[in-house]
T-cell receptor, first 112, second 111 residues
Framework: ETGVTQSPTHLIKTRGQQVTLRCSSQ?????VSWYQQALGQGPQFIFQ???????GRGNFPPRFSGLQFPNYSSELNVNALLLGDSALYLC???????????FGPGTRLLVL | DAKTTQPTSMDCAEGRAANLPCNHS???????VYWYRQIHSQGPQYIIH???NNETNEMASLIITEDRKSSTLILPHATLRDTAVYYC????????????FGRGTSLIVHP
């Protein structure tokens, strides 16, 4: 059984740029959730994709967008990067939109 | 989703039981209680979840009060590797999905 993987592991961008983060869900899971975790804080829910449709969204602006593919892998896109977007971005997969979530190791994004 | 409150930090001696409390007084009847932990710089790890009954697995036990307003995660024999931030969240089994992690409890297990 393959766990959740994320790429890249680290990324440095400058303000105003755009970034795409990728996540492969655990085998058999059809749901992917994305979280942003600032230093010293708990993960903040960005949105969830279930069977390629957005299934819930946290308090994040539209420049945070996502996509889920037929194989249930997912992308998180962030446009017009701000310094405050610097954080650990976590992806978690689960089954049928509910239940235990299994997290990847995260992508650490630094915006300069 | 119901909000949860947890103590900011706790400590425990190695080999002793660690009892981590969580208050979820606004929980609704169909919301499960989930526990995760996050070891520094890693992704959170699922531990256990429950609805009404107490639950046990190879990692921990979960005790939920009869009124479901609070729960306790028990690590029966804490080891140094259990040092982590522990998060308790209440998650709807249906409807709008916005899980809230909060800041969790930083558990330090000392020798």
């Amino acid at each position: 059984e393959t766990g959740v993987t994320q790429s890249p592991t680290h990324l440095i961008k400058t303000r105003g740029q755009q970034v795409t983060l990728r996540c492969s869900s655990q085998s058999g899971h059809n749901t992917v959730s994305w979280y942003q975790q600032a230093l010293g804080q708990g993960p903040q829910f960005i949105f969830q994709y279930y069977r390629e449709e957005e299934n819930g969204r946290g308090n994040f602006p539209p420049r945070f967008s996502g996509l889920q593919f037929p194989n249930y892998s997912s992308e998180l896109n962030v446009n017009a990067l701000l310094l405050g977007d610097s954080a650990l971005y976590l992806c978690a997969s689960s089954l049928e939109g509910r239940g235990a979530q299994y997290f990847g190791p995260g992508t650490r994004l630094l915006v300069l | 989703d119901a909000k949860t409150t947890q103590p900011t930090s706790m400590d425990c001696a190695e080999g002793r039981a660690a009892n981590l409390p969580c208050n979820h007084s606004t929980i609704s009847g169909n919301e499960y209680v989930y526990w995760y932990r996050q070891i520094h710089s890693q992704g959170p790890q699922y531990i256990i979840h429950g609805l009404k009954n107490n639950e046990t697995n190879e990692m921990a036990s979960l005790i939920i009060t009869e009124d479901r307003k609070s729960s306790t995660l028990i690590l029966p024999h804490a080891t140094l590797r259990d040092t982590a931030v522990y998060y308790c969240i209440a998650d709807l089994s249906g409807g709008s999905y916005i899980p809230t992690f909060g800041r969790g409890t930083s558990l330090i297990v000392h020798p």
